[in-house]
């Protein structure tokens, strides 16, 4: 496949204009996108491939008009499969290889968010995700301190978990676990765990999605963990200013000091090059199941 001047071949995907804008504020293109996805797929991949994803497509770039898509329509690229979900009426996209982050980078995706399934059981989680939405007034070390205390809830049930920044203002804490439990289950376990914090502590944190009645308090988001209901995938961009990722981080660095700006996919790839290891790679092999409580 030969590229015309103004097209780029990456990774077998046709790339037109990769000198178009994407970040305006610092001149991150189309081609940078690309390349960025490129350099972290080894690491991206594992997390996001064949699962059914939503995408943010901002098809002139940031700070211009966004949509979300799940299912196939005009100008979806071969490079993206389709999977027929039980209970849904449209199929659902999923990419399978770095040429499918290459393609999304042509159809203007800033944003990837995978569901916690696979194609293989679109009907059993295999992740839990607990968002942590600090409202307004609140410092990233409370949010680091409410990271910690789901950990440790998490960890006396028996359950390793991982954690990454949102390219926003607040945390995930992701657990992976086999996908044995319906997402009814699942959706029950992390409300269990949400309301129970919440019940300890009222003062810092809430299960409710009310904005009026979060201020001074963290929202612990267990709606996540629905069908449809989506996360961040790790290392994906945001449709933000800055051109931030999210970014999985060992929890040692979990502490005060944490600056989640300083993820940026003008930064991310020197900062991963220097990493020893892979925060996440344990994700991939840890085998856990769902606890048998607590129960929301």
């Known amino acids: 496949m030969s590229a015309k001047p103004e097209e780029r071949i990456v990774e077998g995907v046709r790339l037109s204009n990769p000198d178009?804008?994407?970040?305006?504020?610092?001149?991150?293109t189309k081609g940078i996108l690309a390349d960025y996805y490129v350099a972290i797929a080894p690491l991206m991949l594992p997390h996001v491939a064949r699962r059914p994803v939503t995408m943010v497509r901002c098809p002139t770039?940031?700070?211009?008009?966004?949509?979300?898509?799940?299912?196939?329509?005009s100008g979806?690229?071969?490079?993206?499969?389709?999977?027929?979900?039980p209970g849904f009426d449209e199929p659902y996209l999923y990419?399978?290889?770095?040429?499918?982050?290459?393609?999304?980078?042509?159809?203007?995706?800033?944003?990837?968010?995978?569901?916690?399934?696979?194609i293989d059981h679109p009907d059993k989680a295999d992740r839990i995700v607990f968002d942590l939405d600090p409202d307004e007034g609140l410092s990233f070390e409370d949010v680091i301190a409410a990271a910690h205390e789901v950990r440790d809830r998490l960890a006396a049930l028996g359950l390793l978990s991982f954690v990454k920044t949102t390219g926003g203002k607040g945390l995930h804490v992701v657990v992976p676990v086999?996908?044995?439990?319906?997402?009814?289950?699942?959706?029950?376990?992390?409300?269990?765990?949400?309301?129970?914090m919440a019940a300890d502590s009222p003062e810092r944190y809430l299960t409710k999605i009310s904005i009026a009645e979060r201020a001074g308090r963290i929202f612990i988001d267990y709606l996540r963990n629905d069908p449809t209901s989506t996360a961040v995938a790790p290392y994906s961009t945001r449709s933000r200013p800055g051109a931030p990722v999210a970014m999985p981080l060992p929890w040692d660095s979990v502490k005060p000091g944490l600056d989640p700006c300083d993820y940026l996919v003008t930064t991310a790839p020197a900062l991963l090059a220097k990493r020893k290891a892979d925060p996440w790679a344990e994700m991939l092999t840890v085998k856990q199941t769902l606890p048998d409580h607590p129960r929301g």
């Open 61 to 73: 770039g940031r700070g211009s008009k966004c949509f979300y898509q799940r299912h196939a329509g």
């Open 76 to 85: 979806v690229p071969p490079q993206l499969g389709e999977i027929v979900i």
């Open 178 to 196: 086999e996908p044995t439990a319906a997402w009814k289950e699942v959706k029950s376990f992390a409300k269990g765990v949400s309301a129970q």
């Open 20 to 28: 178009k804008i994407l970040y305006p504020e610092q001149g991150v």
């Open 95 to 118: 990419i399978s290889d770095v040429a499918g982050l290459v393609a999304m980078v042509q159809m203007g995706v800033l944003e990837i968010h995978p569901w916690g399934v696979t």
